[in-house]
């Protein structure tokens, strides 16, 4: 059994750099990393989350949900894939293994998590090591998508429309 030194770095548009190293056990889970996160940056435990095992392009591969998402398929053709049931060291194939964690699909809260280290002596439990930067309230990210809004009844003026909201342009052609 060995400790395993992560650096988890909050990505966001702010140019201030926020990471947090966490020293975990290998024969841990990746609910009791989830949970150490969370704590490490002051963020609920009431959202939905998913850790996406990753390589050196940042790419989501393997993913590692909170919750068992096979609706009762056939658990046989389903692969170990739940926090509570992976073992961080049964996904570690790279000595600087990247990970991905979403939290919050709402707001889109992501973690980009690498391991920096090993340590013979094994923790207890996860711990924090080193704090670097504040970290956002969690509440400071908007879930809406800016983009993604549409006129009101208010903004719309339909003056000129006719009963299908055509108005002057069916005028224009000759049918």
Not at 37 to 44: C, D, E, G, P, V
Not at 49 to 68: H, P, Q, R, T, V
Not at 96 to 103: S, Y
Request: glycine content about 6%; proline content about 2%; hydrophobic content about 35%.
């Amino acid at each position: 059994m060995a400790g395993l030194k992560f650096r988890v770095l909050l990505d966001s548009k702010d140019k201030n750099e926020v990471f947090r190293d966490i020293l975990i056990s290998d024969q841990d889970n990746f609910e009791s990393f989830y949970r150490a996160i969370l704590s490490a940056y002051n963020f609920s435990n009431d959202q939905m989350a998913s850790f996406y095992m990753s390589n050196d392009s940042w790419d989501k591969g393997f993913e590692i949900s909170l919750f068992d998402m096979s609706f009762g398929e056939d658990s046989s053709q389903i692969l170990p894939g739940v926090m509570n049931s992976s073992r961080i060291g049964e996904f570690i194939q790279e000595s600087d293994q990247k990970i991905i964690l979403v939290h919050d699909f709402l707001r889109m809260w992501i973690f980009l998590i690498e391991l920096i280290g090993y340590q013979e002596n094994t923790p207890e439990s996860a711990q924090t090591v080193l704090s670097v930067g504040n970290a956002p309230q969690e509440e400071s990210k908007s879930n809406e998508d800016e983009s993604l809004k549409f006129e009101t009844d208010a903004e719309f003026d339909d003056s000129d429309d006719d009963e299908f909201g055509f108005g002057d342009y069916e005028d224009q052609y000759d049918y």
